[in-house]
C-alpha cells in the first residue's frame, strides 16, 4: 500500500477523500499525519489532536474487498481487525459496536467510512500516547509505524466476513452495558442482539451503522 506522510493536515480523511475524487490518488494509498488540526470523528464531532497519536486514513477499491463483506459491515471489519491487531501486542481493546475501541468504560479511538468513486476510505483515530477528557489512551506502549505495518499486513490477508464476525459475536456481550446513536436517538444496547450482516437487532428494529 502507497503511504503518504504529513507533518499535519485538518483531517487524513477529509484529504483523502479530496485527493481520490480529483483523481490524484488512487487505491491501495494510506495518509498518515503527526498532528491533525480537524479530525472529524462519528456522528460528525470532531476528534481531538494529540501529537503523536494515531491519525490514518487509508483507502481500497471496493472490489478488493473480501467477497462476502457488504459495504454496510465495513466499519465493523476493518475496525475489528485493528482491535485484534492491539490485542497482538498485548492490549486489552476491544470493539464497541459498530467501530469504536474501548478499554473498560472508555474510549481510545475509532474509526469512520465513506465510499469515493467506488473507493472504500477509512479514517482511524487512536489514542496512543495521550488522550483529551473523558477518553483514554492506549494500555500498551507500541510504535506506530510497527502498528500500522502490522495492521496492514492483517488486512491484506483478506480474512473473510463470516470469520470476522463469528469472532466478534462471541465478544458481543461487552456491549451490553453501554449505549449508541440512531436517527438523533440514543439507544440503550442492553437488549439488543447482532444480526448475521452486523447490524443490531433491538426489540425487533434492525439497525445498521451509517459510519
Not at 14 to 26: M, S, T
Not at 48 to 54: F, H, I, M, V
Not at 148 to 159: A, D, L, M, S
Request: hydrophobic share 40%; aromatic share 12%; proline share 2%.
Amino acid at each position: 500500500m502507497k503511504t503518504l506522510y504529513f507533518n499535519t493536515l485538518p483531517s487524513t480523511q477529509l484529504y483523502l477523500k479530496e485527493q481520490l475524487k480529483n483523481q490524484a490518488l488512487d487505491t491501495p494509498v494510506a495518509v498518515i499525519t503527526d498532528m491533525q488540526t480537524a479530525g472529524v470523528g462519528s456522528r460528525d464531532n470532531s476528534w481531538t489532536s494529540n501529537a503523536g497519536n494515531l491519525f490514518l486514513s487509508f483507502a481500497i477499491d471496493v472490489d478488493e474487498l473480501p467477497y462476502d463483506l457488504k459495504l454496510e459491515s465495513a466499519s465493523i471489519y476493518f475496525s475489528y481487525i485493528l482491535k485484534e491487531t492491539l490485542n497482538e501486542f498485548g492490549s486489552k481493546v476491544f470493539l464497541k459496536w459498530p467501530n469504536d475501541l474501548y478499554i473498560e468504560d472508555k474510549k481510545i479511538g475509532g474509526m469512520i467510512t465513506n465510499i469515493v468513486n467506488n473507493k472504500l476510505i477509512c479514517g482511524v483515530g487512536v489514542n496512543l500516547i495521550a488522550a483529551p477528557k473523558g477518553f483514554h489512551s492506549l494500555d500498551i506502549t507500541i510504535n506506530r509505524e510497527i502498528l500500522i505495518k502490522k495492521y496492514f499486513v492483517n488486512i491484506e490477508k483478506k480474512v473473510l466476513w463470516k470469520q470476522v464476525f463469528s469472532k466478534y459475536k462471541l465478544e458481543f456481550e461487552k456491549n451490553k452495558e453501554f449505549f449508541t446513536h440512531s436517527d438523533g436517538k440514543k439507544i440503550s444496547l442492553a437488549s439488543s442482539s447482532l444480526e448475521d450482516d452486523g447490524c443490531l437487532n433491538v426489540n425487533g428494529e434492525r439497525i445498521y451503522s451509517r459510519r
